[in-house]
DNA sequence: CTGGGGTGAT
DNA sequence: ATCACCC
């Protein structure tokens, strides 16, 4: 999938194209953009490290039913690789480490913190699955041009098809800020989230996402417009091309194209037969590396569903526990991210022999408001109105008095609106609303605009200071490509230096940047309160000092008010939320364990087994975790947790004493030294203080946070925050 | 029995 | 509601 290029023919066309473009008005060293792609490496097994270290140097598998869905780079070396089935993992590498990973919650939070950081920089953020993120840096990059006397012009990190350029006169200084750029943000993403990633660097989605995968782990790749026909050149297929997909691709076969240069060169006529004009149009411009598509900022999620795959599912009775179980977990991730589902969805899978690719069916129906409010409201009885629901829904698409066989079930939640309360402010605050997710950040892109919204300049402008890092370099490539280099110490504090002040109060905060929170207005966590109203809080909670805390964390204080009461009260009344994925890692065992088929045969109706897992109850709502985690302590029980038998490889004892020593006498006991001795130092600062501060407050820990705040505002109260919501990845589990 | 999620267009 | 795409 690399820089396997051949073929000058071909290059020629597209330099042509290039230049065309490049005719337009905007010509590139003024106008066009600057998109970084970010990819975490192996991102869920780097999650499953962090939470058990001792899984570092063992080659890693995520094991989704019988499926590795990614693997850590121990394992590839031995030659294991994404996607492989269990059985073939196995058999080679037979001293496979297998992490259960189809509880998603973990690799769910951890994906939005990511997000979150990068959208403190710059609300430019778009995410693409739970491991990538878009982002365009446009407006950071023409801002350190005009602030910079003489910018630097090297490339920091790799660039594709370095050697046949001639970079002596850089003609792409925004490109190689663009990449100094992102090593700052891959570096703060490290230092921040303990997590490695990949970068890309060009001037659209498409050639970002391609050239960021160019040097694999933990490296970073500027794509240089006169190697935009190299790079696509060198894809070994259609499907390469992100965007084309299964079904277009065997359309285009069908068509006799296979390989890039077919699609370029096809007749534009006849493409258009198959397609129609325009998505030919769009097909053939992704073949030349052209992508005019916007970074689309991410939003709090639009949906929130909870699925299972299984074998065999035929009777009435299993599906409705299946959709007992997943409705459960997914009324709490609901509950927690403090928005209201107007659209409740279920989704099923029928076995079909044949073709088993496809053929999901749904159905689906309003939620009457009171339901909807219970659900936000965590209220316990809307359990069982949603599992009816379900269950009506499904005999609108399966017949019970006959045969059948699932082989999966979905719930799904969407249509989701911060605001329950039927009256008054609804209109307006959809009225307000901009017109179409992504609008709201000008992007300019085919019609260079010169205006720019003073409120993105200012966003896009304003560093987090939280996040300056201004560590070693990046230990990977650093090429340096030619002279101009201006000392090191000139380029170094960058950030700070290029970017202007930084917001002089309300910092943007690493998890909750209140820009951020800004641009989806419409989305409030709770509804219910405005701040003024303090009838609801807790009665050991100041509302002097309450009322001096920032808009944006009082709301989140009131929701977590409700959220901890019903968290607390559900966790320790019903179903413990226990962690299903983590297993603590004797080799051995973990085979054995594995290897067993899921025991029930295919007989067993009464509650599948094997398999299963219990969901944890999933993370907030990103964007608002960092502030509202800090206050539903509860929800993280210490949890008598069910460790397998033999667990005690699950910490290695070894490293206990030493690392206790730097342990308050009162961490929390579920704290994993190992774990916590691996963190950046400035975590473990962070940690430490957070649980100096934690009282016996397990029920209201707010309290705590209130009186933090006041005087140091939020970047404090943040910081706590963040730390404390990294509690989560300690247990051991 | 490739997973467990997501998004947007039609 | 389904289909397409992405990871």
Redesign the pocket.
Known sequence: MDVDDEDGDWIRGADILVMGSSDTPDSDATSSRVILHF?LDC?YAQVEMIRNPALRNKPLGIQ????I??CNYVARDLGVT????VTDALEKCPQLVLVK?????HY?DMSYKVTELLMSYCPLVE??????NFMDVTEMVDTRVSQTSSPNLTFTGHVYNKDSLDLSANEHPRLAIGSHIAAELREAIKTNLALTSCAGIATNKLLA?LVSGTFKPNQQTTLLPESIADIMGSLSGV?R???????????LKALGLATVRDLQCFPPAELAREF?A??AQRLQNLAQGIDDSLV?P???????????????MSSTTEVLQKVEE?LT?LME?MHKDGRQPSTF?L?I?R???TN??????????PIPNHLGQKITTGSGDALAQLVSMAMK?FH??IDSSGPF?L??I?V?F?NLHSKSDGRGSITSFFMQKSP???QLVSQEQEKPTVNRPAHVLHTCTSLPTGFTTFGKDTSDEGISVNASSVSSKENKPTLLKHLGTPLPVNLPLPGCPPEAISLYEPYEPNPSQHHSDLGHLPPDVDPEVFRHLPESIQKELLSSFQAGEHGCSQGASSKSVTVGSFQPTQTAQLQSALLQ??SAPAASTGSGK??E?V?ET?GPDAFFSVCRETLSTCTEQPESNSRSAGSDSGRPSSIEPTVFSQLPSGHPSNVDPAVFSALPPELQTELLSEWRQQKPALKIPTKRAAKAAPTKDKKLATKAAQANSLLNYFKPS
């Open positions: 990819d991102f989704q039913k019988y499926i869905v990614t994404k996607l492989m089935s990973g189809e509880d998603l919650t769910r995410r693409l699955g739970f491991d990538e996402k499907r091309v992100p965007g084309i997909g299964h079904s277009t691709g065997h359309r129609g325009a998505t689309t991410a939003g709090p999620p639009q949906s929130l569903s909870d699925e299972d795959s299984f074998k065999k997943l977990s991730r969805r989704t899978r076995f079909s022999a088993r690719y496809f053929s999901r069916e749904s159905r689906q129906c829904l609108k698409m066989h082989t999966l979905n799904c969407s179409k997710k992504g088929p899921p094997g398999d897992h969901k999933s």
